[in-house]
């Protein structure tokens, strides 16, 4: 969610760069990707099946990929967010976007997803969520995000 608040059309450049990376046989087609995203069960659209450990990988690899071609909005929104008396505009712009795609997508009577939309209190969270994404883009970003994730 995270990428595609940076990249406008995240969702696109998943579906070329899964293929520039050769992951057709797992991630075949844009729809194959949006059923996966939609195993997350504080979607509205919440698919009841597991994911695959060869789909874990995938995803994974797509995000520190994508991370890797952000990483200089990432920075600078981090920036904005260490500056925010200075130069609060990035940062708002991201929290603003972030929580829009949250509403849009999420479901919003779940308590989570509620406590996830209250920007005041998750200044810190969408700040972890983008340290995240800025420190996967090394050589052991891929092992280091997929143990982080497996941790939770």
């Known amino acids: 969610m995270a ?10 450049s998943i579906y070329s760069l899964a293929t520039k990376l050769d992951l057709n046989k797992v991630l075949p087609s844009k729809v194959s990707i949006w059923k996966l995203r939609c195993k997350n069960p504080m979607r509205k659209s919440f698919s009841n099946r597991n994911i695959r450990m060869e789909e874990f990988d995938a995803l994974i690899r797509l995000t520190s990929e994508m991370s890797k071609y952000l990483y200089p909005y990432i920075r600078e929104i981090l920036s904005s967010c260490d500056n925010y008396k200075i130069s ?5 712009g991201f929290q603003n976007r972030f929580i829009e795609l949250i509403e849009e997508r999420f479901n919003k009577e779940s308590i989570i997803v509620k406590n996830l939309i209250n920007s005041k209190s998750n200044q810190n969270f969408y700040r972890d969520i983008l340290m995240s994404l800025a420190l996967c883009i ?8 997929k143990m982080t994730l497996l941790n939770l």
């Open 138 to 145: 090394s050589e052991d970003g891929i092992s280091r995000l």
């Open 3 to 12: 990428l595609e608040t940076i990249d406008i059309n995240g969702s696109e």
């Open 88 to 92: 609060p505009e990035l940062w708002n």
